[in-house]
């Protein structure tokens, strides 16, 4: 079975700290996503990456940047956390050109105060 | 612009009753349309998708291109179906990437 592993859990963080969420993958996958989801919102697409040292804008990047240094490893980053960034975080991979199947983390929840 | 909407936030049904989230699309190509659902405490999991044309728990899902829609219907809710559902659209022109809907929380009471 895929493994998707997010380093933690819960995260409660203050403003203006510069924030690193991890995301690690055992499947060997090309792939790599990070969501945030909201209540109403649904699932955001922040960034993503085809490829080692490789990444994409999503639909909302701002005030994020990625980094993906090694194949297995995704991590994001909040340069300065604002309050606006609470949200639930999810980390996704996938193989193939295309990505058939999203598998996902369980998620970071993250607070920002 | 490429779009997914879930128009219902929250669907409640009685047990055995029939269930249809609703999913409309927008996209200028052919589009790859999949459901994803997330029980309370798991991740967020593959739960079909059109082009297999399979029944997965019970749910089928059909691509209607004229309306522009691709709802996700079982005939007999189960208490163990309570869950959050996402749609969610294939956009090719941007490297396949995913956008999702808003999501709709079915709940069945028994």
């Known amino acids: 079975d895929v493994k998707v592993t997010q380093s933690s859990r819960y995260l409660v963080k203050r403003t203006g700290e510069k924030v690193f969420l991890e995301c690690v993958q055992d499947m060997d996958h090309e792939n790599m996503f990070w969501y945030r989801q909201d209540p109403g919102l649904g699932l955001r697409l922040i960034y993503f990456?085809?490829?080692?040292?490789?990444?994409e804008k999503g639909d909302i990047p701002e005030g994020y940047s990625v980094s993906r240094e090694k194949k297995e490893r995704f991590s994001l980053i909040l340069e300065s956390a604002s309050t606006n960034q609470t949200s639930m975080y999810l980390c996704?991979?996938?193989?193939?050109?295309?990505?058939?199947?999203?598998?996902f983390g369980s998620g970071t929840q993250l607070s920002v105060l | 612009a490429q779009r997914v909407t879930q128009p219902e936030k929250l669907l409640s049904v009685f047990k055995g009753a029939p269930v249809e989230l609703k999913c409309n699309y927008s996209y200028s190509g052919s589009p790859e349309l999949f459901w994803y659902v997330q029980y309370s405490r798991q991740r967020l999991q593959l739960l079909l998708r059109?082009?297999s044309r399979e029944s997965i728990k019970g749910f089928t899902a059909d691509l209607n291109k004229g309306e522009t829609s691709f709802h996700l219907k079982k005939p007999f809710a189960q208490e163990e179906d309570s869950a959050m559902y996402y749609c969610?659209?294939?956009?090719?022109?941007?490297?396949?990437?995913?956008?999702f809907g808003q999501g709709t929380e079915l709940s069945v009471k028994p």
């Open positions: 990456s085809y490829d080692v040292k490789m990444k």
């Open positions: 996704a991979s996938s193989s193939g050109t295309l990505g058939e199947k999203l598998f």
């Open positions: 969610a659209l294939r956009v090719y022109n941007q490297g396949g990437k995913l956008i």
């Open positions: 059109h082009i």
